[in-house]
């Protein structure tokens, strides 16, 4: 209510328990237009009250909520159930217009005005999560391969001789098809192996920029996340390689958000030599639903550029979700979840270590991945090919989901590309090897269960193996008659 209404109030109810009402809307109000003054996530979370109360101011500003509006085009915002009206908090037309998925629309006020809050917002988290100078980002509603293959097609315009993409190998068929659907040819660059770790060979990436020509590159196509032994690649001295043959950079920094190493590393790219834009997910970084990604990057200019080559207008779901999200975590609160991660990655690289050690295995050495581990399986690698795969198997009937098991030799073709040793990054790694990984929103009960769960599926393997090497059952007891 406007102040003339509780004014009327005051006539209806005593006016001293009317001003206590309007003191209470004050405080929300205040939020919200704090909230619009600076565009930044709210150090301290929101109340759901609070938030429902912004959603509903903004959904009264979109011409399909106005009293007495007719619509007589062919798309009038209208919606045939009320449960999914309630879904989307009666914001029905989406975000962007047909030339601009960032452009304001006429018919939705609110709408228009929930989408520019949010890329604020998420601007300001990628800011305070390690890449400070970031000046520009857009949330579309797209995972994160399709939003990597929007960001090539807009480079296309920028280069069209262009036809290759260097890509320093991860085994993830969405990097790999984004670049294809772009209609790119991916130049697959194998990583090299210290250690335990498999990273990126710049003398080759260099190599084939001499070879191939520069202007013959579209880009760079790099890794920030990525599941262990493969770790971040090395982004500033791609930086410097891409800044030093003027070739663009794309960063695919998947769940790296919630990585300060990963984000440093961006930071650092870009301070040394050259990024041109960094793509992450919603729902790996944010807890949200899967279907949207963040597009940032350091030119407001090419930014633009990728939010303009969107063709028509967007979903407003992925906005609403990760808007919803920060209000009701608030920095602090997603700050939390990034610590409580990290402390969480350390205990879960200590069991797994113990539990290794326990079954003559080892955690494998990968200090420059923050996100993923990896544990040898050699044990049963000498029992059978088939005692690997079996392992992943019963630990997704057991519901430990999420964790990865490797086996050696795998070929998988992609979009017309065979790929050795797939799933593993490279066409021959040293062992097979489970990986876990320490992300926003794991337990210590997550931690706990696994483990438990790990160690029974490895003793039942184990027994099998030692049953299937004794001789044959009852041949012992047999005697002669």
Known sequence: MNSENFALSEKIVSSSYVRQGLQARRGHEHLVRVLLEQGK????????STIELLLSELAIMDSNNFLGNCGVGEREGRVASSLVSRRHYRLIHGIGRSGDIAAVQPKAAGSSLLNKITNSVVLDVLKFTGVRSAS???VVPMATGMSLTLCFLTLRHRRPEARY????????????????????????????????????????????????????????????????PRVPDRLEELAVLCAKHDIPHIVNNAYGVQSSKCMHLIQQGARVGRIDAFVQSLDKNFMVPVGGAIIAGFDEVFIKEISQIYPGRASASPSLDVL??????????????LSERKELYGHLAQEMRALAERHGERL??????????????????THSDKAVTQLGSMLFTRQVSGARVIPLGVEQTVSGHTFHGFMSHTDAYHCPYLNAASAIGITKDDVTLCMKRLEKCLKSLRKEKNESTSPAEGLEDQTVP
Request: aromatic share 6%.
């Open 136 to 138: 520009s980002c857009f």
């Open 41 to 48: 996530c709210p150090e301290e979370g929101w109340d759901e």
């Open 165 to 228: 993409i260097l890509w320093p190998r991860i085994d993830q068929k969405s990097c790999f098809k984004s670049m294809v659907t772009a209609g790119f040819e991916p130049v697959v660059i194998e990583n090299v192996l210290e250690g335990d770790e498999l990273r990126t060979n710049l003398q080759e990436v260099e190599r084939k920029i001499e070879e191939l020509g520069a202007t013959n590159i579209l880009c760079v196509h790099s890794t920030t996340s990525c599941f262990a």
């Open 364 to 381: 494998l050495h990968t200090p420059h991945n923050p996100i993923s581990l990896a544990m040898s399986l050699k044990c049963l690698q």
């Open 324 to 337: 919803i999200t920060l209000l009701s975590l608030g920095a602090s609160g997603y700050k939390k979840l």
